[in-house]
């Protein structure tokens, strides 16, 4: 549903500028300058001189459904008024409701959840299991991790190790020993690589900040099969692909993998912050009082909140329609290809994540002109424009968004 605005306010939008991050108080590692968003409405945002902007960025698909939800809304203040912290040295009714919800849903089966805040920790404390798994059942020697060429796992230690970009890394060396770079979509360099000396095996169905690269049938089956013969925890990073957004309820049903354990985070709890390992048996059962922890993950409000989205998105009816918007979605950048091959290159991504190469120049200057239009979108890569927006989104508001994206092009 569009946002109303007063003449008045339309007047004044024709100015709006994004703020300097020089005359900000927070460190300059965001860009130059930041867009003030002061409210938001279904799959629009408005910014503090009221222009609008059809949302195709949605959080860095975080905010699956969309701004200004009562319900989310009403949610979180009746937690906050019954209980907003109480540690986890004991648990509250909605983290178990949560837990058992995401425990009851398939294909996949998991044994326990461990709730974090953010992806970078879900990935984090995923590796720190996998290690854990090897050395209780194999002893020292075989704590190796396997990363791909082009991830994006985090930027904590041990997520920034598994995130082979000199960009990220390099400031920060040395990182953790142990990892190991393999290429992406290879199955044959990967079954030269993994060995028995390697813990885990940490990877992304759709590379989020790698181009939008997707994984193959044949690399998934590989890896479902190599990491069976090894017994390396296989960890699917579904941190952006998770909960429908590809157009399955985890992008690994999609794409044929079968994963040992599954990170999920951005659209968990509908822009609050929290995160979610999903644990099975054979891991479970090796973990003892203190091998893992975290203060606020899994609180009393975000968990409640987490179980409304979690709701709403398992919804057989909802996946359909993300499928159906996906596809609709993908031909409307079909046509935008034909009309500018110049442009634009290969299409990516699946459901609701989706993109394409720029040709045209630089992809920061195509989003900006995207941005006067009225229009948020993302980057992956050096050169891929990424859609990602709520999952509310409907066929009218796509077309909006294609339109767009033409004239920006032209």
């Keep these: 549903m569009e946002m109303t605005r007063t003449e008045s306010a339309r007047s004044k939008a024709s100015g709006a500028e994004p703020a300097l991050a020089s005359n900000l108080p927070f460190p300059p590692q965001y860009g130059s300058e930041l867009l003030v968003v002061s409210r938001g409405r279904g799959v629009w945002l408005e910014d503090a001189a009221g222009?609008?902007?059809?949302?195709?960025?949605?959080?860095?698909?975080?905010?699956?459904?969309?701004?200004?939800?009562?319900?989310?809304?009403?949610?979180?203040?009746?937690?906050?008024?019954?209980?907003?912290?109480?540690?986890?040295?004991?648990?509250?009714?909605?983290?178990?409701?949560?837990?058992?919800?995401?425990?009851?849903?398939?294909?996949?089966k998991f044994s326990s959840v461990f709730f974090g805040n953010s992806g970078t920790e879900a990935n984090e404390a995923a590796l720190k299991y996998a290690r854990l798994h090897a050395y209780r059942t194999k002893g020292p020697g075989h704590e190796k991790l396997l990363c791909f060429s082009g991830a994006f796992h985090g930027r904590t230690f041990g997520a920034l190790s598994c995130t082979p970009s000199p960009k990220?890394?390099?400031?920060?060396?040395?990182?953790?020993?142990?990892?190991?770079v393999a290429p992406y979509n290879d199955p044959q360099a990967l079954a030269r690589t993994l060995t028995e000396e390697f813990a885990g095996v940490i990877v992304e169905v759709i590379q989020g900040e790698g181009g939008l690269a997707a994984m193959t049938p044949e690399f998934a089956r590989c890896l479902n099969d190599v990491c069976a013969r090894t017994g390396a925890i296989l960890i699917a990073d579904e941190v952006q692909t998770g909960m429908a957004r590809t157009g399955t309820f985890y992008g690994s049903e999609g794409a044929g993998l079968r994963p040992d354990i599954i990170t999920l985070a951005k659209p968990l709890a509908g822009g609050l912050p929290l995160s979610a390992v999903l644990i099975p048996e054979k891991v479970n059962a090796l973990i003892h009082l203190g091998d893992h922890g975290t203060t606020f993950g899994g609180g009393p409000v975000t968990t409640a909140v987490a179980g409304k989205v979690w709701?709403?998105?398992?919804?057989?009816?909802?996946?359909?329609?993300?499928?159906?918007?996906?596809?609709?979605?993908?031909?409307?950048l079909e046509r935008i290809k034909a009309a500018h091959p110049e442009k634009v290159g290969e299409l990516r991504g699946r459901g609701l994540l989706r993109g394409f190469e720029y040709r045209g120049g630089e992809v920061k200057d195509f989003l900006d002109t995207l941005r006067a239009r009225g229009m948020l979108a993302l980057r992956s890569g050096t050169n891929v424009v990424r859609i990602a927006p709520p999952l509310i989104i409907t066929d009218k508001e796509i077309e909006k968004g294609i339109t767009l994206i033409k004239e920006a092009l032209r």
């Design 311 to 332: 709701e709403t998105v398992s919804r057989p009816e909802f996946i359909r329609h993300v499928r159906d918007m996906g596809e609709l979605l993908l031909k409307g």
């Design 51 to 108: 222009k609008r902007y059809l949302d195709f960025a949605g959080g860095i698909a975080v905010n699956a459904l969309g701004y200004g939800r009562a319900d989310l809304a009403k949610t979180a203040m009746r937690q906050m008024r019954r209980l907003s912290h109480i540690s986890n040295l004991f648990t509250t009714e909605p983290a178990l409701a949560l837990a058992r919800a995401m425990l009851a849903q398939g294909p996949f």
């Design 168 to 180: 990220y890394q390099d400031p920060y060396l040395p990182l953790i020993p142990g990892v190991v």
